[in-house]
C-alpha cells in the first residue's frame, strides 16, 4: 500500500494508522495542548484546546477529526493561539486560584498551560464555587473548586473500571461532578482505585496524603517505626527522581529510608511470597474437591471492593488469603509483638485503594490495625524532596533482617500476571528453567487487559484468566456467568497494567507501565531464587513464628458488603 | 385490522363518503391555546345544547352517518391564536373568533339550523367584517400545505385522517414504488429538513440505506425547544397521523424496523394525540408486523423529554433516548453511521415528516414548483411578538418578511413603528428594516447572518430595547447549555454577566469588544450546533444597533426607555404645584418635598414603578 500523507503546519506527516489527527500532530513533535484527551478513553472533546485550522479557515477539535490523505491543517496560527488563550482564561475564571497551596502545584496541566500561554490577567470575575471538599474517602480527596470539568474522572471511573461512582449533575454553567445522590465519597460505590486522581488534570481528585502522620511518628521516639515496599514502587519512582527508564531502584530507597529515620525495612515481595504458598494451597484443594472455582485472586483491595458491591455472590470464590501486604504487615506486628516500643507499620504501596484496605475492620486487632499506614509512592516522593535527600546520589543498601531477600516470583506480583506467573511456577509439575523461560511467553506476561492461557496439570489443563482494570473483569464475569468461559483461576488486578500503574504512582502511559514492568521481570532474572516455597525466609516463618497462626495471621474472611472506601 | 391494499381502500372510501354526507361541521379549534381560551368548554356546550335540542350530532366520524347530522369536532390549530377560541362552521366556512361558551346557543340558532353568519363573531378589522375564513387576511396570504388538515379535520381520528386522503401515501410507498424509488423521490424534491439546518433529507435517508447494519432507526426531533416557536407542537396536535405517515415512509425506504418520537413533555396534548394515533395505527395494523401484507414491519415509541433545549441536538436527542445525559458528542461517527443505539439512524424534525407524504403522493416535480429552486416547499413560522396577528402560519419559502409581518402579520401591534425580527430562535439572527424584502429561504437568510431555524419570529417594535433582547437570548443558551464544552459553558456565562452589567447601566468602554472576542471564540471553538450559534443574537444585535449598545455604556441610557435600571423618573418644577399626592402613593418614600412647593424624588431611592407619573395630575412626572 501506498503511503498516506496529511499536512501539518505545511509539513507532511505519513498517517500510520492513527485514530485522529491529534495522535499525529504530536507524532509530529507539537505538543498540542489537551485537558480531555487520553488515548485509553473514549474521545469526550470538550476543553476545545486541541483546535487546528484548516486551508479554508474552518476550527476543528483534533482530537475527533479523522486524519485522511491530503488533509492540510495549522495548529499555531494567530486565531488559534487567541481561541486558546481566552479558553484558559475562562477556565481560570471559574478555578480556585491558590496554586502554592495545592496538592497539585508543580504537576498541574492548567497551572502548566497557563504558564505556557502566558496567561497573565483574568479578565473575569473569579467565579469559583464556595464548596467544600469531600474528605471522606481514605484514598482520595476531592475538591470542586479546582474542577474544570473535563470528565477524564468519569470516563476513567466508568470505561475502564465500569464503578460510575461519580458523573455529572447539573446542567451548563451549574454543572458539577458529583455522585448519586449526593453521597459523599466514602458512602459512594468508589472503590477507591484512584484511577480518578490519576487522570485528573488538575487538583481536583488528588489522593490522600498522610505524610504528616508519618513525620511525625519518626520523630516520636517511643515508636518503631517498621516498613515494607511494595514490588511496583522500586519501578516508579525514579520517574520523577531520577531516570525514566523502569529500572529497580530498590537499592536506593531502601537508603533513602533508612537516612529519613525509618527503623526497619522489609520488601512487600516477601509477603508476596507467603501469598504464593498460601493461595497455591487453596487452589489445590478447590481443584482437588473441585469447589469454589474459578478462584479469583485476592490481592487487590479496589477488586475486592469491586466484588463486594456488584457480585456479593462471588465472594465464596475469592481466595481467603489476605493481600501480601496484610500478610506481611500480620506478620511483622506479630515478630515485633515484644517490643518494648510501640510498633508502627508503614506500608509504601503503589495504590489508593490499599489506605482504605488498611482501615478495614477485618485487618484490626482490637482496633489497632496491622498496617498502621499506608503511603503511596507519591507521598514517598514528596517526604524525599521534603527531606532534602538526592536520591540520585544514594548508595543502594539492603533491606533488614530477619526477613532479608523476597524470591523473584513474589517481585513480579507488582504488575499484571506476576500472581498467576508466581502460582504457576510453584503448581507445575516441571522445575527446569526451560519451563520457566517457556512460561513467559505463555501469555501470562503483557501490558494488555485480558489474557488467558492454560497450562498442563496431572491428568487435566488448567484454564487461567489474567485480567487488569474493571471494565474487563467484568466483561470476564459476564461470560463465566453465562457459560460462555470456563476458567480455573483468575488474577483481577483494578489498574489497567496491575500495580504498576496503580494510582499512588507518578502518572505514566501505556509505554511508561510497560518500562516499569520489564524492570520487575529483570529483577526476577537477576534473583538467584525463583519459586516462592524455595525462599528459605518463607520456610522458616513457617517453622516458627507462623506454627499455628497461619490462619489466624494471612487469610481473611470478607463478609459481604464491607466497609465504604 | 386492514390486512390488504383494498382494506385500506375500501375503508378510506367509506370514510370520505360520510364525511361528504356530512354537511354541517363545527370544528373547535383544540390546539393547546385555545384550549387555555376555553374550547373543551365551548365543545361540552355544544354538545349539551345540541342533545337538548335534539339536534342530530356526532362527535365521532361514523361510518354512515346520517346526512342531516351535524358533526362537532375537536380539530388541530386554526392557526390564528390571537383571536381564539376559534371554531369554524362548514360548509359555508364562517370562522367565529373569540367565542365563548354562552355563544354557542346563537350559533346553534342562527348558523346551525339556518346558515346565517353571526357577524359580531366574524373577524373585522377598520370596519370591514370577514364572514368566512379564506377571505380574512391573515389566511387569505398563506398556502396552507403542511398545515391543510389543522383545523379541518378531528386531530384525534384516524377515520378524518382518511376521510381526507390519509395514508394515500404510504399506500403508495408501499405497493407502487421501490424503497430505491421512494428516496430518489424526496432527492429529487430537495426536500431540507425543517428543524433549522436545512439538511436535504433524500441525502440523509439515502445515506442511512446504504449502511450495511440491518438493525435501523427513524427518529423524529419534536423537542421544539426555542422561545416562541410552536409550529412542531401544533402539526403534532393538529394532525399526527401525517407526521406518522412521514415516519413509515421513512422506515420502508430506509430499512427501518423501529421509530421513536422524541416530544418534550412540556407538549402534554401532542404527547397525548401522538399516543392515540400511534394506538389507532395499531389497531388498524398500519402499525406492528407485516403491515397490508407486505411484510414490512415497522413501529414507533414515544420518548418525553425532560426538557432540555440542548436534547434538539441530534446526538444529545439520541443519547437521551438511550437513558443517557443529554450531552451532544463529537462527531464522527456521524448519525446516519452510529445514531441510536449506535445504529444507523434518520433524524428528522416533525415539520420535515409531515412533508414527505405530500412529496410522495404529488411527486417530487409538483413539490420543486413550490418556493424557490434551492429551497422548495412551504415552511411554517409562529408568529410572536409585538405583532398584531400572533399565530401560525405558513407559506411558501421565498415569501419576504415584509409579506410575512405586515400582510399575514397585520403590522405591529398598536401602531408602533417596526424595529427588527429575531428569527431562528436563540441560535438566529435578528434582521431589521433594510431586509424585509428578504426571501425567507436558507440560503438567503444565512448570506444575511440570520438563519430559518425552526421557524420561530419574534417581531419587535421601536419599543423594544435589542441590547435587552440580546440578553434575553443569551440568559436562555447560557440556561440551556449542556455545560459540556469550555467555551460554550464559561463563554455564555460572561457573555450573559457582560449583558446583565450593560442593562443595569454598569456597562464598561471595552464590553463591546469583550462580547465580540468571546463570541468569536464560542462560535469557532464550541463542540455543538447550540454552542456555534449561541453568540449570534449579540452579535447581529451589536451589527445593527452598536449605537444602541454605546448608550448603555457610554450614557448609561437606554433609547428604547425599556431597561428598568436606566430609566430615570424625574419632576418638572415648572409643572409641580406641591400637592404632594405623588410623596403619599410612592411604595418606598423616594419623593420628598414641602407642601406648595415643588417635590423631588430621590433616585437612589425610587424603583421606578412609575405610580406617581399615573397619580400626577398636572403631568409634572416624567420617565425618560
Redesign the interface.
Known amino acids: 500500500m501506498r503511503a498516506e500523507f496529511m499536512m501539518i503546519d505545511d509539513i507532511p506527516v505519513e498517517i500510520q494508522g492513527e485514530k485522529n489527527v491529534l495522535e499525529l500532530i504530536r507524532k509530529a513533535g507539537i505538543d498540542l495542548p489537551t485537558f480531555c484527551y487520553y488515548s485509553e478513553l473514549s474521545v469526550y472533546g470538550a476543553c476545545r484546546l486541541c483546535v487546528v485550522e484548516n486551508k479554508w479557515g474552518g476550527i476543528e477539535a483534533s482530537c475527533s477529526t479523522i486524519p485522511k490523505a491530503g488533509m492540510e491543517v495549522y495548529t499555531n496560527t494567530p486565531r488559534l493561539r487567541k481561541y486558546r488563550k481566552m479558553i484558559l482564561e475562562l477556565i481560570l475564571a471559574n478555578h480556585c486560584r491558590d496554586c502554592t497551596t495545592c496538592e497539585k502545584s508543580g504537576t498541574c496541566k492548567l497551572q502548566e498551560l497557563a504558564m505556557r500561554f502566558g496567561i497573565k490577567e483574568v479578565r473575569f470575575e473569579n467565579t469559583k464555587k464556595d464548596l467544600p471538599m469531600d474528605t471522606s474517602s481514605c484514598c482520595i480527596v476531592r475538591d470542586e473548586t479546582k474542577c474544570i470539568l473535563c470528565g477524564d474522572c468519569v470516563r476513567m471511573c466508568d470505561e475502564v473500571q465500569n464503578v460510575g461512582a461519580i458523573d455529572f449533575v447539573h446542567r451548563g454553567s451549574e454543572m458539577r461532578i458529583g455522585t448519586a445522590f449526593h453521597q459523599c465519597m466514602a458512602k459512594s460505590n468508589c472503590v477507591g482505585c484512584g484511577q480518578c486522581a490519576a487522570v485528573c488534570p488538575t487538583g481536583a481528585i488528588v489522593v490522600k496524603n498522610d505524610t504528616a502522620s508519618i513525620w511525625k511518628e519518626l520523630g516520636d521516639p517511643q515508636a518503631k517505626v517498621v516498613v515494607q515496599i511494595a514490588p511496583a514502587v522500586r519501578v516508579a519512582i525514579d520517574e520523577a527522581l531520577g531516570q525514566k527508564n523502569g529500572k529497580n531502584v530498590m537499592g536506593k530507597i531502601v537508603a533513602v529510608l533508612r537516612r529519613m529515620g525509618f527503623n526497619e525495612i522489609f520488601d512487600t515481595s516477601t509477603g508476596a511470597d507467603l501469598t504464593v504458598l498460601e493461595e497455591t494451597n487453596e487452589f489445590l484443594k478447590r481443584l482437588e474437591k473441585n469447589e469454589r472455582l474459578p478462584l479469583f485472586t485476592s490481592c487487590c483491595p479496589a477488586w475486592i471492593k469491586y466484588a463486594e458491591n456488584k457480585h456479593p455472590d462471588l465472594l465464596q470464590n475469592i481466595s481467603t488469603c489476605r493481600s501480601p501486604m496484610e500478610m506481611f504487615g500480620a506478620v511483622l506486628k506479630e515478630h515485633y509483638k515484644h517490643s518494648n516500643k510501640r510498633v508502627v507499620v508503614v506500608a509504601i504501596m503503589p495504590c489508593t485503594a490499599k489506605k482504605a484496605e488498611a482501615a478495614r475492620d477485618e485487618f484490626k486487632v482490637e482496633g489497632t490495625p496491622y498496617v498502621d499506614y499506608v503511603l503511596t509512592t507519591q507521598e514517598l516522593i514528596q517526604m524525599v524532596r521534603e527531606s532534602g535527600l538526592v536520591f540520585d546520589e544514594m548508595e543502594p543498601e539492603a533491606v533488614d533482617m530477619p526477613f532479608g531477600a523476597p524470591s523473584g516470583a513474589g517481585v513480579i506480583f507488582g504488575v499484571t500476571g506476576g500472581v498467576t506467573e508466581a502460582v504457576i511456577r510453584r503448581v507445575a509439575d516441571d522445575k527446569s528453567i526451560n519451563m520457566l523461560r517457556t512460561l513467559a511467553f505463555k501469555g501470562v506476561r503483557g501490558m494488555e487487559g485480558v489474557k488467558e492461557t492454560s497450562i498442563p496439570f496431572g491428568e487435566q489443563t488448567l484454564h487461567i484468566a489474567v485480567v487488569s482494570g474493571l471494565a474487563n473483569a467484568e466483561v470476564l464475569i459476564q461470560q463465566i456467568k453465562s457459560g460462555e468461559k470456563h476458567y480455573d483461576l483468575i488474577e483481577v488486578m483494578a489498574c489497567p497494567g496491575g500495580c504498576i500503574g496503580g494510582a499512588g504512582q507518578p502518572f505514566a502511559d501505556r509505554e511508561q507501565k510497560a518500562k516499569r514492568g520489564q524492570g520487575l521481570y529483570e529483577t526476577d532474572r537477576m534473583s538467584s531464587i525463583k519459586r516462592a516455597e524455595e525462599n528459605p525466609v518463607i520456610l522458616s516463618l513457617y517453622q516458627g513464628l507462623l506454627k499455628g497462626k497461619v490462619h489466624e495471621l494471612l487469610h481473611v474472611e470478607y463478609k459481604g458488603k464491607g466497609q465504604k472506601s | 385490522m386492514l390486512k390488504m391494499r383494498s382494506d385500506l381502500v375500501n375503508l378510506r372510501e367509506i370514510y370520505q363518503k360520510a364525511t361528504q354526507m356530512q354537511k354541517v361541521k363545527i370544528l373547535i379549534c383544540s390546539g393547546t391555546g385555545c384550549i387555555a381560551g376555553g374550547a373543551k368548554e365551548i365543545h361540552q356546550e355544544f354538545l349539551r345544547r345540541m342533545e337538548a335540542q335534539g339536534v342530530n350530532c356526532f362527535v365521532t366520524l361514523e361510518k354512515e352517518p346520517h346526512d342531516k347530522s351535524v358533526g362537532l369536532k375537536q380539530s388541530g390549530c386554526h392557526g390564528f391564536c390571537e383571536m381564539g377560541p376559534l371554531v369554524r362552521i362548514e360548509p359555508w366556512g364562517f370562522l367565529y373568533i373569540k367565542v365563548k361558551p354562552e355563544d354557542c346557543q346563537e350559533i346553534i340558532d342562527k348558523t346551525i339550523l339556518k346558515g346565517e353568519c353571526i357577524e359580531r363573531l366574524a373577524y373585522h378589522k377598520d370596519g370591514k367584517v370577514y364572514q368566512t375564513q379564506e377571505e380574512i387576511p391573515f389566511y387569505k396570504k398563506q398556502t396552507r400545505l403542511v398545515l391543510e388538515h389543522c383545523g379541518h379535520i378531528d386531530a384525534t381520528s384516524l377515520e378524518e385522517y382518511l376521510s381526507v386522503g390519509g395514508y394515500k401515501a404510504l399506500e403508495k410507498a408501499l405497493f407502487d414504488m421501490e424503497e430505491e424509488a421512494i428516496i430518489k423521490e424526496i432527492e429529487l424534491s430537495n426536500l431540507r429538513g425543517r428543524g433549522g439546518g436545512g439538511f436535504p433529507a433524500g441525502r440523509k435517508w439515502s445515506q442511512v440505506r446504504r449502511q450495511k447494519e440491518p438493525v435501523k432507526y427513524i427518529v423524529c426531533n419534536g423537542d421544539e425547544g426555542d422561545p416562541g416557536a410552536f409550529m412542531d407542537r401544533s402539526i403534532m396536535e393538529g394532525d399526527p397521523h401525517r407526521m406518522l405517515e412521514g415516519m413509515m415512509i421513512a422506515a420502508r425506504a430506509c430499512g427501518a424496523q423501529e421509530g421513536y418520537i422524541y416530544v418534550r413533555a412540556e407538549y402534554p396534548l401532542a404527547i397525548e394525540r401522538l399516543c392515540k394515533a400511534i394506538a389507532q395505527a395499531h389497531a388498524y395494523g398500519l402499525l406492528g408486523k407485516n403491515i397490508l401484507g407486505t411484510g414490512f414491519d415497522f413501529d414507533i415509541h414515544i420518548n418525553r423529554g425532560a426538557g ?1 433545549f440542548v436534547c434538539g441536538e441530534g446526538s444529545a436527542l439520541t443519547a437521551s433516548i438511550e437513558g443517557k ?1 443529554g ?1 451532544p ?4 461517527p456521524r448519525t446516519v453511521e452510529q445514531g441510536l443505539f449506535e445504529k444507523p439512524t434518520v433524524l428528522n424534525n416533525v415539520e420535515t415528516f409531515a412533508n414527505v407524504p405530500l412529496v410522495i403522493l404529488n411527486g417530487a416535480q409538483w413539490y420543486k414548483n413550490i418556493g424557490p429552486e434551492n429551497s422548495p416547499g412551504t415552511k411554517a413560522f409562529a408568529l410572536t411578538g409585538n405583532i398584531e396577528n400572533t399565530g401560525l402560519i405558513e407559506v411558501p419559502m421565498g415569501t419576504s418578511l415584509r409579506e410575512v409581518i405586515f400582510d399575514i402579520g397585520g403590522g405591529m401591534r398598536g401602531g408602533a413603528g417596526f424595529k427588527a425580527v429575531q428569527i431562528g430562535g436563540p441560535s438566529g439572527g435578528c434582521l431589521t428594516t433594510k431586509d424585509l424584502d428578504l426571501p425567507l429561504d436558507f440560503d438567503a437568510l444565512k448570506k444575511a447572518g440570520a438563519m430559518i431555524g425552526s421557524g420561530g419570529l419574534v417581531v419587535m417594535d421601536e419599543n423594544t430595547c435589542m441590547v435587552e433582547v440580546a440578553r434575553f437570548f443569551m440568559n436562555f443558551t ?10 460554550c ?6 457573555m450573559l ?1 457582560i449583558l446583565e452589567r450593560m442593562v443595569e447601566g454598569k456597562g464598561e468602554p471595552e464590553d463591546i469588544e ?1 462580547l465580540l ?2 463570541a ?2 464560542i462560535s ?4 455543538c450546533g447550540l454552542g456555534k450559534t449561541a453568540a449570534f443574537p449579540v452579535v447581529s444585535t451589536i451589527k445593527n444597533f452598536k449605537e444602541e449598545y454605546e448608550a448603555h455604556i457610554l450614557e448609561k441610557r437606554c433609547p428604547a426607555k425599556n431597561c428598568q435600571k436606566l430609566k430615570q423618573i424625574t419632576i418638572d418644577p415648572a409643572l409641580c404645584k406641591g400637592c404632594s399626592k405623588c410623596s403619599r402613593l410612592c411604595p418606598v418614600d423616594a419623593i420628598h418635598g414641602k407642601v406648595k412647593e415643588p417635590f423631588v424624588i430621590d433616585p437612589n431611592k425610587c424603583i421606578k414603578c412609575g405610580s406617581c407619573i399615573s397619580a400626577c395630575a398636572f403631568k409634572a412626572i416624567k420617565e425618560d
Open positions: 432540555a445525559r450531552m458528542r463529537v462527531k464522527p447560557q440556561n440551556e447549555s449542556c455545560g459540556k464544552c469550555v467555551p459553558r464559561e463563554g455564555t456565562k460572561r454577566e469583550k472576542e468571546l468569536d471564540t469557532s471553538t464550541a463542540l
